[in-house]
């Protein structure tokens, strides 16, 4: 049973962490990992990305791959859930 006074998001993440993370993977969907920076903004832009995923995706390291919304979203500095279950 869940506490009904404490947050419903993780330890490590806050509201706008998650949205944001949430809006960046509805962009880019299942399919395109891995994929390093520039393959992420072509993709989002296939998408019509809102001007804030593709701010962020142009904020990650150049030269790096990424195989989760996850690892993009800690590069990007995001809060991410440190335990599932």
């Known amino acids: 049973m869940t506490d009904p006074h404490q947050s419903a998001t993780s330890p490590g993440t806050d509201q706008a962490s998650i949205e944001r993370r949430a809006a960046i993977a509805e962009?880019?969907?299942k399919e395109v990992w891995p994929a390093d920076r520039d393959t992420l903004i072509a993709k989002a832009q296939e998408g019509d990305a809102a001007?804030?995923?593709l701010g962020?995706?142009?904020r990650l390291p150049a030269g790096q791959t990424f195989t989760n919304v996850q690892e993009v979203a800690e590069a990007l500095g995001l809060g991410t859930e440190?335990?599932?279950f």
Do not use: E, F, I
């Open 51 to 53: 001007d804030r995923v």
């Open 82 to 84: 440190q335990q599932r």
């Open 27 to 29: 962009v880019l969907g």
């Open 56 to 58: 962020d995706l142009r």
